[in-house]
């Protein structure tokens, strides 16, 4: 069954630094300079119970926000120009973060091509004290440079020097390979009203309440927008509270500018025992009214908890039309390409003063 929401959502061209929406700057600590050439930053963000969902714990959007900060402060710093988001990786959220935690996100320039700039973020977690800081996930995201008409522009190249980022950079390569059929695969499927999934659209206009209200929507907002309609859908067939465990990939199409209606639609297209995989494709309609174009897509995947917080059983969801069981498949497949994807190398996996070796 497919319902339709209206609400009216804040988006805008002006990024905060990662942190609390409402006074993201008492809430992180950049330690790079906004100047060009530099190629990673961390930022610092404390949990309040603002930042935390129905289950007492950081949603998928408010991460991918922050994950989405952090990255656009390398791209901008690196190139020097306004950026935009093109693609996300997979992510992997296995733990989740609390209340009172101190959350660092590490942001690093993996790879450069003509004009786009690979960053990888890599989250950790840990209490106030700093001890015991747990590594929670780990995503690479990909942003082009722009000019002021929102074409794309050379970028200045970046070389691995260390160990770890001769290592990083190589996955990075790897992973483009990867990323490419990931993304073809998610492509080539089509979601039509032949499908009987369980389905439903949030509609709401682009709007802004900042003093910035120019421009397109950054990424991290349309991520958000992503995350809370599968957790809506999610909830919805599972009757509990759901958290965010996986997603595929998230690919932008096209800018959403301000103005414009928006459509987000999710719809289930596969469940495991404990998770239901939701894919949710943004549209855009601008303010003349003209036709509908896709703005974003990707696939989350969210599991259900009980009243203990752990992982609990979903009612099982059968595909019964022909395209219902080609997305059933398409979703299997693409936990099938999940194992072929290399973990980037962490810091702690490089020994002690490699990091400072110089390529030969």
């Known amino acids: 069954m497919e319902t339709t929401q209206h609400a009216i959502r804040a988006g805008s061209l002006h990024r905060p630094v990662a942190g609390n929406r409402n006074h993201p700057a008492q809430r992180t600590e950049p330690t790079a300079p906004p100047n060009a050439q530099s190629h990673q930053t961390i930022h610092r963000v404390f949990v309040t119970p603002a930042d935390a969902g129905n289950v007492g714990a950081v949603d998928g959007g408010t991460l991918l926000e922050w994950i989405d900060q952090a990255a656009y402060a390398v791209a901008a710093q690196w190139s020097g120009r306004s950026c935009v988001t093109a693609s996300v990786g997979n992510i992997h959220l296995d733990r989740p973060?609390?209340?009172?935690?101190?959350v660092e996100l590490h942001a690093?320039?993996?790879?450069?091509?003509r004009s786009s700039m690979h960053i990888l973020v890599t989250v950790h977690s840990s209490d106030l004290t700093g001890a015991k800081a747990v590594q929670t996930s780990q995503c690479a995201i990909i942003f082009v440079a722009v000019d002021d008409a929102v074409h794309p522009v050379e970028v200045p190249r970046w070389t691995p020097v260390t160990m770890l980022e001769l290592q990083r950079h190589r996955q990075a390569r790897v992973r483009i390979r990867m990323r490419t059929r990931i993304e073809a695969a998610m492509a080539a499927e089509s979601y039509t009203a032949a499908g009987t999934a369980p389905r439903s659209t949030v509609r709401f206009r682009a709007t802004t309440t900042g003093a910035n209200g120019v421009g397109p929507v950054h990424g991290g907002r349309v991520m958000r927008w992503i995350d809370e309609a599968a957790a809506g859908r999610g909830a919805d067939w599972t009757g509990a509270h759901v958290l965010t465990s996986y997603i595929a990939g998230i690919r932008f199409h096209r800018p959403?500018?301000?103005g414009d209606a928006v459509d987000v639609?999710?719809?289930?297209?596969?469940t495991g025992p404990r998770s239901v995989h939701i894919n949710v494709h943004v549209t855009t309609t601008d303010a003349h009214g003209g036709p509908a174009h896709l703005a974003a897509h990707g696939l989350v995947v969210v599991v259900a908890l009980d009243e203990r917080g752990n992982a609990a059983t979903v009612p099982a969801w059968r595909p019964e039309?022909?395209?219902d069981r080609r997305l059933d498949e398409h979703a299997r497949h693409l936990i099938e390409l999940r194992q072929f994807i290399e973990p980037f190398t962490t810091v702690a996996a490089v020994p002690a003063g490699a990091g400072l070796h110089q390529p030969s």
């Open 256 to 258: 959403v500018n301000m």
């Open 97 to 102: 973060i609390g209340v009172g935690e101190l």
């Open 108 to 113: 690093s320039l993996v790879y450069t091509g």
């Open 321 to 323: 039309s022909d395209e």
């Open 265 to 270: 639609t999710a719809r289930i297209i596969h």
